[in-house]
């Protein structure tokens, strides 16, 4: 069984900043993208930021400019840097493995929780 470990989430103030990271397995095979999903409650898992094996890059619109999502794939460890968080980011926050060949890892989520 596969499992990614991650960590860095918790209870924070508007404006404040959090690391998320998530560390896969090496002996994952043919990792291709690793991204970064959050649930709110009542709503719908969705993507925030994925980076890809080559190293490209893509945010949703209500995070651009905040969020930085990077990678070590030396470490196969996606990290997603939050600045200027707002309390709607608050959410579950889940690390996703893309292999090549179409097969998905989750994470077990951690917990972001922005106050106003």
């Known amino acids: 069984q596969v499992q990614l470990v991650e960590s860095g989430g918790g209870l924070v103030q508007a404006g404040e900043s959090l690391r998320l990271s998530c560390a896969a397995p090496p002996r994952i095979f043919g990792v291709n993208a690793m991204a970064w999903y959050r649930q709110a409650p009542g709503k719908q898992r969705d993507l925030v930021a994925r980076v890809t094996s080559g190293g490209s890059t893509n945010y949703a619109d209500s995070v651009k400019g905040r969020f930085t999502i990077s990678r070590d794939n030396a470490k196969n460890t996606v990290y997603l840097q939050m600045n200027s968080l707002k309390p709607e980011d608050t959410a579950v926050y889940y690390c996703?493995?893309?292999?090549?060949?179409?097969?998905?890892?989750w994470g077990q989520g951690t917990q972001v929780t922005v106050s106003s």
């Open positions: 996703n493995v893309l292999r090549i060949d179409g097969v998905n890892y």
